[in-house]
């Protein structure tokens, strides 16, 4: 059921102790006026926001069966398109979130409840908010209207002006450990136990990732697909890895923003192979990645340094950080 599965409260894997302190914020009337959920990529922060969303305007009468998720407000809020919920963020990942949209939110929020008890703002990803924007929003933060709650996520509080986490309720997300998440998997997804180690694997922990890559076997396909092109080109010579850019990236006339995700998928893949080469060579007893490439993986470990494993790391991570401003072609045969 929605709320008393140990483990599995609002249909959510994991995050038992986030819950936990939600429900009890329900039930004794202990609302704050703002939240920020934070923690890495696909943790489950925009799943818990929507959760917490839908218990906040739940119709049931007890506290204990919210949300019940059989309600009009459960079932519009999930879909997010509940007349008091707005749902702001940045036009894609990436991209800036802008003044205009906290100022239009703003305006939202300064009207009544349409259908429910609260109108709620649910602002994904803020860390892509400009400075101007995450200004604005300190209006809504430093006065509060009674029958306005802010559900905001970021990865990270440093990467928010110290105004903003200053004000609300902040709930730090991490990953699960990997026998938790592997172990759920089979369970709630009713798989067995190899694919679900390896998904808990792969997604380091991150349930969202863990359940995307389940139900989207293009990108598990993808990924693999990224791998074999690793392979390949850690064997190259320069003349077919210029080839390879213009094969994989400028042959198929795709728009900037194409070639900039398909780069970015690329990099986040060759980032965590690189991350289990180091661990092997430093043989830390922490879990690898990418499992089903562990012999592979092994073998090159022993044929790199430290040293060049981490230079050739650090320079994925600085392409990584101008994907979004940099000459695309260039950065690609750079890397």
């Known amino acids: ?37 934070t923690g890495p990529k696909e943790v489950g922060k925009r799943s818990l926001a929507l959760r917490f969303a839908m218990a906040i305007n739940c119709s049931a009468t007890t506290p204990e069966d919210k949300p019940c998720g059989k309600c009009l407000n459960c079932r519009q809020i999930q879909h997010m398109q509940h007349a008091d919920l707005f749902v702001v963020q940045a036009e894609s990942e990436g991209q800036v979130l802008k003044v205009e949209q906290i100022r239009e939110l703003q305006h939202q929020l300064s009207l009544a409840p ?7 703002g649910l602002l994904l990803r803020m860390e892509e908010a400009n400075e101007s924007a995450q200004n604005a929003l300190l209006k809504t933060l430093e006065e509060p209207n009674d029958k306005v709650i802010l559900l905001l996520t970021a990865n990270m509080v440093e990467n928010l002006l110290p105004t903003i986490p200053s004000r609300c309720e902040i709930i730090s997300l991490r990953p699960l450990p990997i026998t938790q998440l592997a172990a759920e998997l089979q369970t709630r997804e009713d798989i067995d136990i190899e694919k679900a180690k390896l998904l808990a694997h792969i997604s380091g922990g991150r349930p969202g990732f863990a359940l995307q890559l389940l139900h989207d076997p293009d990108q598990l396909q993808r990924r693999n697909d990224w791998l074999e092109d690793i392979t390949f080109l850690l064997r190259a010579n320069h003349r077919e890895r210029f080839a390879y850019c213009e094969r994989n990236l400028y042959s198929r006339k795709e728009e900037r923003t194409a070639i900039r995700e398909r780069l970015n998928e690329a990099l986040h893949v060759w980032l965590s192979y690189w991350r289990d080469v180091l661990i092997t060579i430093w043989a830390a007893n922490i879990p690898l990645i990418n499992l089903d490439r562990t012999d592979q993986i092994q073998q090159l470990s022993k044929t790199i340094s430290a040293s060049r494993a981490c230079h050739l790391t650090r320079r994925l991570e600085s392409s990584l950080t101008r994907l979004t401003n940099a000459n695309l072609r260039l950065l690609a045969e750079s890397i």
């Open 1 to 37: 059921s929605w709320a008393t599965i140990a483990g599995m409260e609002w249909d959510l894997i994991g995050h038992t102790w986030a819950v936990r302190m939600l429900q009890h914020h329900l039930s004794t009337g202990q609302l704050r006026h703002a939240y920020l959920f």
């Open 114 to 120: 349409y259908q429910s008890n609260f109108r709620i």
